[in-house]
């Protein structure tokens, strides 16, 4: 595809249909990859305050053939939200379209436009006694919009499920103008193809999300939380096993812990209390959010003594306040930080059939020890098969020498989890990081539908190109 440029002339076609307040300073942050991968050449950054300027914009960049990138909060870490090379690019920024439209808590859902942030609606539910479950530590600054592009996971899915488990209806401008109103309230509604299940996970590739229909839950009434210190990763895909046994749906969370997450939080947080340390070799996190009536502490505690007993745990820290329990999360959510700071040559997001997370630690660790000297760190969401295995440079050395070879290592970890069944891409999407592994691992049959379904959506080819789908 040629593309036009997002350049004065373009700006004048949007003038007296948009409101002046749309046009936003080009600042750095639309442009550059957050880990520093890449930098976009500058465009034009406008942010709508509506559906109908949404509808404006778009309709203009499709006449003009000027490339479309939408922008929620820019936390995606596959750099679908940074344009890649090419004639200036028009980002699209959801950050005005910030309104809560409607709660209906009696039905659990809440009705919101795609700028808003995700703790926005979660303070928003909790003034209404509920909770959206959707939680990831860019939750201050991701937005609903970009959870809904990328289908977000985070630590809850184990109990409530990902993005596309939680809502219920979408609206949605087409590059063409045209407006999908799907922003249903129901539970049930079998009418046909799911529109809304074919643009969550679009990662801004087929449409501009505006509005979104969400799910709520009632509150927990009684919650805890632990750190448990497991033998092994055998030992914690057991422990999740009897957890779920002896709880149920009590389960809130279960992330699998390398002690190495500890060390590096040790170097770039010196200030937070770690619950052990030195850290031993492996622990995990447990939240649990039971029935009024139920004891989590008690709870935890029976569940500790278990699987004591069964030689899986050997230490364990049971939060004893509202306060504590911030502050064991807070550790969790600031990892992706502090492994940041250390400063990662590759970041895997995979998920794999639950059993087989042991036997891939093992043979992805003897693997990528046999391309180099590299740390090798993993934490991730263990209750949903989803691990972030990750690779650093040797102690005292920065990523610089090795960044040449993390599409070698990638290489080799990914074939391995395809091999095992599992996915390269369990929740961050595959935005312009992975489409080599599209290319290379996706079943063709599905590739050639994709390929379809876009051109349906977007025949220009204006919205996002460079994401998700490989060059043909
Ligand atoms: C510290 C940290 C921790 C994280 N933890 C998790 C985690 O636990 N689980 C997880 O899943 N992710 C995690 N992420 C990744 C990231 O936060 C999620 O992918 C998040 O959903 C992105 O939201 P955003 O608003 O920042 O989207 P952006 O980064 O702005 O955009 C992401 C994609 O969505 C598209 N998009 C944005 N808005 C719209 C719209 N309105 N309509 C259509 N497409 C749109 C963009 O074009 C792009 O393709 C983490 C990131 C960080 C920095």
Not at 226 to 250: H, N, R, T
């Amino acid at each position: 595809m040629t593309y036009a440029p997002a350049d004065a002339a373009f700006a004048a076609r949007l003038e007296g249909k948009i409101s002046p307040k749309a046009f936003k300073e080009p600042e750095p942050r639309y442009f550059e990859e957050p880990r520093g991968r890449w930098t976009s050449p500058v465009g034009l950054v406008l942010a709508p305050e509506n559906v109908e300027e949404v509808r404006q914009i778009l309709m203009a960049a499709n006449e003009a053939r000027v490339r479309v990138v939408p922008y929620g909060g820019g936390t995606g870490l596959v750099g679908a939200q940074i344009p890649g090379p090419g004639p200036a690019p028009l980002i699209l920024s959801m950050e005005r379209m910030n309104r809560v439209r409607a709660v209906y808590p009696e039905e659990n859902v809440m009705i919101v436009e795609a700028g808003v942030i995700m703790q926005d609606v979660h303070e928003e539910a909790r003034k209404h006694d509920r909770m959206y479950p959707l939680s990831l530590a860019a939750k201050g600054s991701a937005r609903i919009g970009g959870n809904l592009g990328t289908n977000a996971g985070g630590v809850n899915v184990v109990r409530y499920g990902n993005a596309r488990d939680l809502c219920l209806g979408i609206e949605a401008v087409l590059p063409d103008g045209r407006v999908i109103n799907g922003l249903s309230r129901l539970r049930k509604d079998n009418t046909g193809y799911d529109l809304r299940n074919l643009l969550i996970g679009s990662e801004g590739t087929l449409a501009v999300i505006t509005a979104a229909t969400l799910k709520l839950v009632p509150i927990p009434p009684e919650e805890g939380t632990a750190y448990m210190v497991v033998e092994s990763p055998d030992a914690a895909v057991k422990l999740l096993s009897m957890a779920k046994s002896q709880l149920g749906e009590g389960v809130s969370a279960f992330e699998l812990i390398k002690g190495m997450s500890f060390d590096f939080m040790r170097a770039s947080f010196p200030e937070m209390q770690l619950p052990f340390y030195p850290a031993p070799p492996w622990m995990v996190l447990i939240d649990v959010g039971l029935a009024r009536g139920n004891d989590p502490q008690e709870a935890l505690e029976n569940l500790f003594a278990e699987a004591a007993e069964a030689g899986l745990v050997s230490d364990g820290v049971i939060a004893q306040s509202e306060a504590q329990r911030q502050a064991f999360w807070d550790i969790r959510e600031y990892m992706p930080l502090a492994s940041r700071a250390v400063g990662g040559i590759c970041s895997h997001d995979v998920s794999l059939p639950l059993s087989e997370i042991p036997e891939f630690l093992r043979r992805a660790d003897q693997l990528v020890s046999g391309l180099g000297p590299f740390r090798i760190n993993c934490f991730g969401h263990m209750g949903d098969g989803n691990l972030h295995y990750n690779l650093f440079p040797p102690e005292g050395e920065t990523r610089d020498a090795y960044m040449p070879r993390s599409k070698e290592i990638y290489a080799v970890v990914h074939e391995l989890v395809v091999k095992m069944g599992g996915s390269f891409s369990a929740e961050h999407g595959v935005g312009r990081l992975k489409t080599d592994e599209m290319k290379k691992f996706a079943d063709p049959t599905r590739l050639d539908l994709m390929r379809g379904i876009k051109a349906l959506f977007d025949p220009n080819g204006i919205m996002n190109p460079g994401a998700v789908l490989p060059e043909a």
